[in-house]
């Protein structure tokens, strides 16, 4: 009979213990997320454009993902997305997974860092439901390099997601046509409380806070925003300036009689002084002179 008080005591440790070993896992891949944002504003001007922290709809961040391949190849990786809520603030990031496979002449193993950058409502919309196929379900294209470059470069593909990858180095832009970003729902709701769903996270409605890891990302997101948006704002007034007129136009000289005649130069040899301003005199009556003045009889 005593064994079934410790067989509960052992159950009930477990189901403490297991949510906190998981949110150790989801915690790991939230600092890794935040060291691939922070890494990219720390880049060199031939980097991810700074315009997407502005410009975006969703950012995806996938640290570490591996791409396996000999002959036949898979890439499979585990990040965060942050979408733009409508006062243009982000929101707590869910977790995503990101799955693939190709063809071709290929062996080894890779690591790399993979960013993607929602442009419009609809793809959005496509991952919030569950899952989105690049290439299929929403148009995808090799991200544009450059930091002072805007999002907007595109205008034959119109892509709805930009992506960009990280293998060594830099960022460079890569298309990932035919890979699969799922929404990863148990370790959402490890992190958020059973039942989460995408649309309860991004609308700050899940029954439990989040880490301050989990946190972090969001908070990082917010200020490469502000940086990106104070910097395409401060180049404005820069613009209108340059266009401005570098000289004011004179003020037209003051009439004559009002000018100062001591303040006018002269031209006066050295050695010599300046002539005094004539005195002004009094009005007079002048007698007619006879011997100049005729008349002359009328006709």
């Known amino acids: 009979m005593s064994i079934l008080p410790r067989l509960a ?31 990219i504003q720390a880049i060199p001007e031939s980097g991810i454009p700074a315009a997407m922290f502005d410009e975006a709809k969703a950012i995806v961040v996938i640290p570490d993902t591996l791409k396996i391949g000999l002959v036949l190849g898979g890439r499979r990786g585990h990040g965060l997305l942050s979408v733009k809520t409508a006062d243009g603030t982000w929101s707590n990031p869910a977790f995503v997974k990101l799955t693939g496979g190709s ?6 193993v890779q690591s790399s860092d993979v960013v993607l950058a929602f442009t419009t409502q609809r793809g959005l919309d496509s991952i919030v439901n569950g899952k989105i196929t690049l290439g299929a379900d929403a148009s995808v ?25 990280r293998a060594r180095g830099l960022f460079a832009g890569v298309a990932l046509d035919g890979a699969v970003l799922t929404i990863d729902d148990e370790a959402n ?31 990082q997101l917010e200020e490469a925003s502000a940086a990106a948006h104070a910097s395409r704002a401060g180049s404005v007034p820069a613009s209108r300036a340059a266009t401005a007129p570098a000289v004011a ?21 050295a050695g010599q002084e300046r002539p005094s301003a004539p005195a002004q005199q009094g009005f007079q009556p002048v007698e007619p002179d006879e011997d100049r003045v005729r008349s002359e009889p009328l006709p």
């Open 103 to 108: 063809i071709g002449f290929q062996a080894g």
């Open 9 to 39: 005591t052992v159950v009930l440790a477990l189901a403490v213990a297991l949510p906190a070993t998981a949110g150790v896992q989801e915690d790991e891949r939230a600092r890794n997320s935040l060291r691939v944002l922070q890494e």
């Open 249 to 269: 136009p004179a003020a037209p000289a003051a009439p004559a009689a009002q000018q100062d005649w001591g303040s006018q130069p002269l031209n006066v040899p």
């Open 141 to 165: 294209a090799a991200g544009p390099i450059g930091r002072t470059t805007g999002m907007a470069t595109d205008g034959q593909l119109k892509a709805e997601i930009w992506s960009w990858s």
């Open 189 to 219: 709701q490890a992190v958020y409380g059973a039942g989460t769903t995408p649309r309860m996270i991004f609308e700050d409605r899940a029954p439990q806070r989040p880490s301050a890891e989990v946190v972090s990302f969001r908070d």
